[in-house]
């Protein structure tokens, strides 16, 4: 396969992964943007996810313990906006992503929901900062880069 470079082609192959390949693609996409986030659970939720020996029980309670960082980081995130705390939800938010089964992801399936929300804290991530520095790329990019290696693997 060769260096996929825009959306339409990153979603498509995307979608031509089977479940075992969804989730370990996504949680790739996590670790990218992990260190937007402090939380223990997340860490090791992707930990599992890229475990392709993983059992189903493991996984379970890493999308268990995944959705309750969702809900401790969306509370920290607060009325006034702190954009490092919800980059934290958002890396939450792709973790479990990554953990959900395909059959209950929501639109686009499980690596295509952890790669929007991984763009997402990578945003709030921009937004927080105050100087003007320009990535080298931007997140859209690092997936496309990650996936086209994936595959190529």
């Given amino acids: 396969m060769s260096q996929i470079s825009n959306d339409a082609e990153f979603k498509q192959a995307l979608q031509n992964l089977d479940s075992k390949q969804q989730r370990t693609v996504a949680a790739l996409f996590v670790e990218h943007v992990l260190a937007l986030s402090d939380d ?3 860490k090791r939720a992707i ?9 189903e029980d493991e996984i379970s309670d890493a999308l268990r313990s995944a959705k309750s960082a969702i809900m401790d980081s969306s509370t920290r995130c607060g009325a006034e906006g702190n954009w490092t705390n919800q980059a934290g939800y958002f890396v939450a938010r792709a973790a479990v992503a990554a953990m959900t089964p ?6 686009g399936g499980p690596a295509w929901q952890a790669a929007m929300s991984s763009r997402m804290a990578q945003t709030s991530i921009l937004i927080d900062n105050s100087s003007d520095e320009v990535l080298e790329h931007s997140e859209n990019e690092w997936q496309y880069g990650i996936l086209s290696n994936y595959l190529n693997s």
Avoid: F, H
């Avoid at 395909?102 to 639109?107: E, L, N």
């Fill in 40 to 42: 223990d659970r997340i």
């Fill in 47 to 55: 930990k599992i996810a890229t475990d392709n020996s993983a059992s």
């Fill in 102 to 107: 395909v059959a209950q992801s929501k639109s």
